[in-house]
């Protein structure tokens, strides 16, 4: 399976980015988190596939037990301070869940609202509810809740971007959504990662920066004309039976 690949490449340039090259400019940086930020998303674009797969038996058992899975190796490498591990288990868990929740919805206005709640939510949360909170309490704390994108040059512990898990949850509920509901789901991936990469910019001229109204912004964006037929026409689901 490809997104086995992926979360291989993931895990090796985590593991080994402290031999590479270091990058000495903030631009240098940003691509690298960027590049990061890609190889998850490649994981998460592969198994978003599953649940498009209408006749195949045992799609939402495999989701779960990918979850579970995802959440035990996040947890026994956090434990172990094998940060690569950690974080390939901690996408697996976000795009597992945000699958099923993907899955979940009835109708295309559902993706609509999601997206104007999440935006607000995340921005109150950053700048005044329990992320602040978290990025207060410091790195150690905050590691659990973020998948680390590593600097080249340095350790994934030393030098690092931190993107949430909920910021990856949110990617494959968008991009289940986007299969589910006949959106464009290649241009909402890409539109999704560049915004990932847009906010990782940001957030090295901000003390931190919520990564979710970029993302959904993306998804609003690239499927403005598909969203906008939906709604007129009803806007349930092409495939009511993915999950």
């Not at 979360?7 to 960027?34: C, D, H, K, Q, W």
């Not at 609202?113 to 109150?124: G, P, Y």
Request: hydrophobic letters at 60%; a positive charge; one cysteine or more.
């Amino acid at each position: 399976m490809r997104a086995a690949v992926a979360a291989a490449l993931f895990a090796a340039y985590t593991g080994l980015s402290r031999y590479l090259p270091a990058v000495e400019t903030t631009l240098g940086a940003v691509l690298a988190s960027g590049f990061a930020a890609a190889l998850a998303a490649l994981v998460q674009w592969d198994l978003a596939a599953l649940p498009g797969a209408r006749r195949r038996p045992g799609v939402r058992r495999l989701l779960v037990v990918l979850l579970a899975a995802g959440l035990a190796a996040a947890v026994a490498c956090s434990l172990a301070g094998w940060v690569p591990g950690a974080n390939v288990g901690k996408v697996l868990f976000a795009t597992a869940a945000g699958l099923l929740l993907a899955g979940a919805l009835e109708r295309v206005s559902w993706v609509v609202l999601i997206a104007a709640v999440v935006t607000v939510t995340d921005v109150v949360s950053v700048y005044f509810g329990p992320t602040k909170v978290l990025i207060a309490q410091g790195p150690r704390v905050i590691g659990a809740f973020t998948v680390a994108l590593a600097w080249p040059g340095y350790r994934p512990d030393e030098a690092y971007t931190a993107l949430g898990v909920a910021d990856f949850i949110f990617f494959a509920l968008y991009l289940g959504a986007a299969r589910r509901f006949g959106l464009r789901a290649g241009w909402t991936a890409v539109a999704m990662t560049l915004s990932f990469a847009l906010s990782i910019g940001a957030g090295f001229w901000l003390t931190a920066v919520p990564a979710l109204p970029l993302l959904s912004a993306a998804v609003l964006l690239v499927n403005a004309d598909l969203l906008w037929v939906r709604l007129r026409g009803g806007g349930r689901a092409e495939t009511p039976h993915g999950l």
